[in-house]
DNA sequence: CGTCGCATTGATATCGCTCAAATCCGGTGG
DNA sequence: CCACCGGATTTGAGCGATATCAATGCGACG
């Protein structure tokens, strides 16, 4: 079989992985189903999502390539979300059982698997704080603020900003609109999807 | 050393322990400074946060007893951000190197801190969920559905409903109001602090 | 008692949601 | 090459849910 690999992809699991191709929309797992299989995101996009009552959806995380996917339902007996591929994607896959003799063999790929499950707790945390906040404007800083590079927070938007609209609890409409005030007020400067502070001048710095 | 212990807290790592009781507004560790402890808020409140440039604060997690602080610093060689304790708090700590050492040696340990941090990225990405429900009593009710116990998702209030109305996202005046009118239609029952679901007559729902 | 914090309710303001419409842009087919 | 189409982007108008401000009751605690 022929594996072309991403980088981010261990090399010990290769031996016991396959790929699948989906098309937009296709749908990888469902909930309430038990996980049999490791799934890694090689290109595309796959999202993970929860339908409420009105088949309101909420989407749980998008992941991207070099991803996992539903790390943490690899102990639990089933997926607690759907998956769905929201384009046409790579996914790489391995038997939850191979994954597992892995992680007890292999001490590195244990490790390197927990800084993973660290790193997403701490985007998922950053995300709940995130929410927390009342007003669009104060959404947008914190977005900037914790995931902006460089001194001036610089980040580059991957997906449409309709979809960041729904990552921040927002509708698309509130946020072009917030961008656009933040842009007239000189707090942001955007260049097409990327986005920066502008402001550094410290009202509190005398002389 | 008298060590009470939270329930979430690993039996294995109780033997390296140390407490550390903290005022309120006490800094704990400081952004760019090497992690050497693994720290566990055992009561209180520790915030994580990262400062702006015109030293504006961004809280990216606000930890409550049973979690663990900066999982992820375990691997990088600085914190990326302050922890302050936001009211008089109890924190465990074990050195660095003693929980790697356990990590490496102890395999079923190493298991069960994935579990840990698997768990605490479901409930992490439950709160995104329900955070990004727009309407006060959708949050309730999902809080219910996930988080209670039994068929009427029996739940039992820990901290005060002005503590639950800031984790909901809303203020505790909405919250008062919507619980109201939520035991006024008779969705919910309501006895003190404990809250369940009356009626189930909703014709999709999950589990 | 007096004080403090939580719980509760009222009145009003405001921000984001909803519905609606115009524009832009890339792709597609004639 | 151009007409058309669908989705993203943008702006407008109005409404409603939640925030905000304010007042009161209540229980704990010194």
Redesign the interface.
């Known amino acids: 079989m022929s594996l072309s690999r991403h980088p981010g992809f261990p090399l010990a699991l290769q031996p016991c992985v396959s790929r699948l191709d989906l098309g937009a929309t296709q749908q990888l797992f469902r909930?309430?189903t038990p996980p049999r299989y490791i799934h890694f995101v090689e290109e595309g996009a796959v999202r993970l999502v929860?339908?409420?009552?009105q088949g309101e959806e909420?989407?749980?995380?998008d992941a991207r390539p070099g991803e996992f996917l539903a790390?943490?339902?690899?102990?639990?007996s089933r997926y607690?979300c759907d998956a769905v591929a929201s384009q046409p994607s790579v996914v790489l896959r391995a038997a939850k059982a191979d994954f597992q003799r892995l992680?007890?063999d292999d001490?590195s790929f244990?490790?390197s698997?927990?800084?993973l499950?660290?790193?997403?707790?701490?985007t998922?945390?950053?995300?709940?704080?995130r929410?927390?906040l009342?007003s669009a404007e104060e959404r947008v800083?914190?977005l900037l603020?914790?995931e902006g590079r460089g001194?001036r927070?610089e980040l580059e938007i991957t997906s449409s900003l309709k979809d960041l609209a729904?990552r921040l609890?927002l509708t698309h409409e509130s946020l072009y609109r917030t961008l656009a005030r933040m842009q007239k007020d000189g707090v942001i400067a955007r260049e097409g999807l990327r986005l920066r502070?502008t402001?550094?001048d410290?009202?509190?710095r005398m002389t």
């Open positions: 909930a309430g929860r339908h409420g009552r909420v989407v749980l995380h790390e943490a339902s690899l102990d639990s607690h992680l007890a001490q244990a490790r698997w927990m800084a499950l660290a790193a997403q707790l701490r998922a945390r950053a995300r709940v704080e929410l927390s009342r800083r914190h603020l914790s001194s927070c729904r609890g502070l402001k550094d410290d009202p509190d």
